[in-house]
């Protein structure tokens, strides 16, 4: 990126420093720099994200292996395609023994952290749960992040004291009309109220949304920016919309991926050390972009461990199985990539540098 040919405006640079500093970005200076189209202004405000992530999380990318060990859900989301509802999706569960398998050869190909991710599926009692989360703590030593959707204070608090270390639960969007007509039965509050509870329990917490969502304006996604500066989230996830066809949404077009990688840059310099993966989605309209988000702020890839046999029906999104597929095969390529930029693979567990856990669930575990 970079044509050393521009000069961008004064009054961004300046703002854009100030940012570097101790200013936080009013809600207006967000919508301003989401609102970019200038290449040479796009090319600046990507310089500064890429500065503050050097500055604040230095230049190891950290890998986090995915297993999407369930594709059944409870909900019924409109853009997703493990909705309820989508009776044409082939679901499965992995039976718990292959997923501590999948763990252990993760950590073989020097992944730190292991991703437990799945639809809402009760089928995974807080017991069943703890039991897979104390096996992969007792048999690797991988960090082990849950993102299993809103569950009870009660199951978090459980999840925690088997050894659980983070947590990932997207808001999806920060506009409370939009959350309420896109996810129904549900409400944005909850949301934050789990967000909430993580945070309490001592977990690193990870939030996120999409871009593109149908009716969303560019301040919607600054209220985005807003919430998860307010949430004070460790890890951010930002992906752009991808319709479905076997969803309402299925006809709408997909999020525009250079808002993307914006919103990515805009989120590193208003969370400075919060840990941002280039997400799958952005992969699957555009590798390229996936790459570039690596230049915007990210520093965080999440290889996808789910067997193909499986990944094939973990069909959030059209593409998604395929990538996955890819994902995996791909890891020495990317692995080259990241070398070529001058950025290591990080050897630590890649928590958050100013992360603070509040202990709460220790001292509960004594009391009760
Ligand atoms: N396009 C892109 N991302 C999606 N997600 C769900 N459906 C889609 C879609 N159609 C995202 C949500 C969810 C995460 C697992 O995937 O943000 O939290
Ligand atoms: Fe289920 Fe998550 Fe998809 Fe919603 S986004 S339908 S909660 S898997």
């Given amino acids: 990126m970079g044509n050393g040919t521009c000069t961008s405006r004064q009054g961004l640079e300046n703002m854009l420093s100030r940012a570097q500093g ?48 369930s594709s059944h859900c409870r909900n019924n989301c409109l853009y997703c395609g493990l909705r309820r509802d989508n009776t044409g999706l082939e679901r499965y569960r992995i039976p718990d023994d292959e997923i501590v398998d999948l763990a252990r050869s993760m950590e073989r190909e020097g992944c730190t952290t292991v991703v437990l991710q799945s639809g809402e599926d009760p089928f995974y009692t807080r017991d069943r749960m703890c039991a897979i989360i104390s096996r992969i703590k007792g048999e690797t030593s991988l960090a082990v992040t849950l993102s299993l959707g809103e ?14 270390d983070r947590y990932l639960l997207r808001h999806e969007s920060a506009s409370r009309p939009l959350y309420a007509s896109l996810c129904p039965g549900r409400t944005l509050d909850d949301r934050i109220r789990c967000l909430e509870w993580l945070r309490e329990l001592g977990y690193e917490t990870g939030s996120g949304f999409m871009v593109g969502l149908p009716g969303q304006t560019v301040e919607d996604l600054a209220d985005d920016v807003i919430l998860i500066r307010e949430l004070g989230a460790d890890m951010v996830g930002i992906g752009p919309f991808i319709p479905h066809a076997q969803t309402p949404l299925g006809a709408h077009p997909a999020g525009d991926v250079n808002l993307v990688l914006k919103t990515v840059a805009v989120v590193r310099m208003v ?18 972009s996936r790459k570039r988000a690596f230049h915007a702020g990210a520093n965080v890839y999440m290889p996808v461990f789910t067997p193909q046999s499986y990944a094939k029906d973990y069909e959030i999104y059209p593409g998604k199985g395929l990538v996955s597929s890819d994902a995996r095969k791909s890891l020495d390529a990317y692995r ?16 958050r540098p100013g992360f603070q856990e509040k202990g709460t669930v220790c001292e509960k575990k004594t009391v009760g």
């Fill in 22 to 69: 101790s200013h936080d970005l009013t809600r207006g200076e967000i919508v301003n720099l989401l609102a970019l189209t200038d290449s040479c202004e796009v090319e600046a405000l990507y310089v500064a994200a890429d500065r503050v992530r050097r500055e604040h999380v230095g230049d190891d990318i950290f890998l986090r292996g995915i297993i999407e060990f």
């Fill in 151 to 164: 569950r009870t204070f009660e199951d978090y608090r459980a999840f925690r004291l088997s050894g659980a």
């Fill in 271 to 288: 969370t400075r050390d919060a840990n941002i993966p280039a997400t799958t989605a952005l992969g699957v309209l555009d590798k390229q």
């Fill in 336 to 351: 080259e990539f990241f070398s070529s930029m001058g950025r290591p693979v990080g050897r630590g567990k890649g928590g």
